[in-house]
């Protein structure tokens, strides 16, 4: 396990990689530019030296950024045009600044069919005139509305679709495959789920974990997280991730809420620890 956080990088792209040495984390992810706008600021040559330079000073052992939330590759609307060429400008900055991953959600359509053809297309399209190093991640969905990702098949059915398929993997999302349907909240519950994932998408696939406890009830397909012990899903789960060799190697980021407990503690230091002292010797 290399325990990390989802970062904000207010003040410059490296401030993510300092806060995550200021937690002891060996990994973390962050966006490499605005989530929420398509359009987005030229990456200049001095922010990659810096980031670059600050990330061999510490140690980080992976990271994963995010690609922005309005992005939907299976989109009728003019919207995959827009999300076609912020997949393109999220890879290419990537690969400047050495990111090992991009996780974006799959997409959304209402034909699921439709849904996967239109997605691998994309990525199709994408990667034909990429040939930088970092890898697309589709990460798992709680399947809120029309998002395609909600089933391991979904996933497995983009990827058998690709030219490149060893330029995706798959980022699991504990509260979204927990909201999906996905019951792991026993070592046994966790055992059959990831048996199945394998079957389906094999666990070679799995880059990256998101590791966050869920609000919502097992199939409520509501996407909110939860404090690591503090939601639906209960420590067990997590106990049995840590310890699972398959992910021994892997990042674990944590996008639970941000803040203080009532200690005034730092809620990522606090979920941290734990996650740390459930990792057998």
């Avoid at 840590?242 to 944590?254: D, E």
Wanted: glycine fraction near 8%; proline fraction near 2%; include cysteine.
């Amino acid at each position: 396990m290399l325990p990390g956080s989802h970062l904000s990088v207010a003040g410059g792209l490296a401030n993510a990689l300092t806060a995550a040495e200021d937690y002891k984390f060996q990994s973390v992810a962050l966006f490499v530019r605005n989530q929420r706008q398509w359009a987005s600021k030229h990456l200049e040559s001095r922010v990659i030296d810096v980031f670059r330079e600050t990330r061999a000073a510490s140690h980080i052992k992976k990271v994963a950024a995010h690609g922005i939330y309005l992005m939907n590759l299976a989109s009728r609307t003019d919207i995959r045009e827009k999300s076609l060429q912020a997949l393109a400008d999220d890879l290419s900055r990537c690969s400047r600044l050495g990111i090992e991953y991009l996780v974006i959600h799959p997409g959304s359509n209402a034909d699921l069919a439709e849904g996967v053809d239109m997605i691998a297309a994309g990525i199709n399209q994408v990667f034909h005139d990429f040939d930088g190093q970092s890898m697309l991640l589709l990460e798992t969905t709680a399947g809120q509305g029309n998002c395609i990702g909600y089933r391991f098949e979904h996933l497995a059915a983009i990827i058998d679709k690709l030219a490149m398929p060893d330029k995706v993997g798959v980022c699991v999302d504990t509260a979204h495959i927990f909201a999906a349907g996905y019951d792991i909240r026993t070592a046994e519950d966790c055992e059959k789920t990831f048996r199945e994932l394998d079957k389906t998408v094999g666990l070679s696939k799995v880059k990256v974990l998101h590791i966050n406890d869920s609000q919502k009830e097992l199939g409520s397909r509501v996407d909110r997280h939860a404090h690591i012990g503090h939601g639906k899903i209960g420590l067990q789960c997590f106990r049995w991730l840590v310890n699972y060799k398959p992910f021994r190697n892997l990042p674990f980021i944590m996008e639970t809420p941000k803040g203080k407990n009532s200690k005034g503690s730092d809620w990522d230091i606090v979920n941290a620890e734990i996650l740390r002292k459930m990792l057998a010797d």
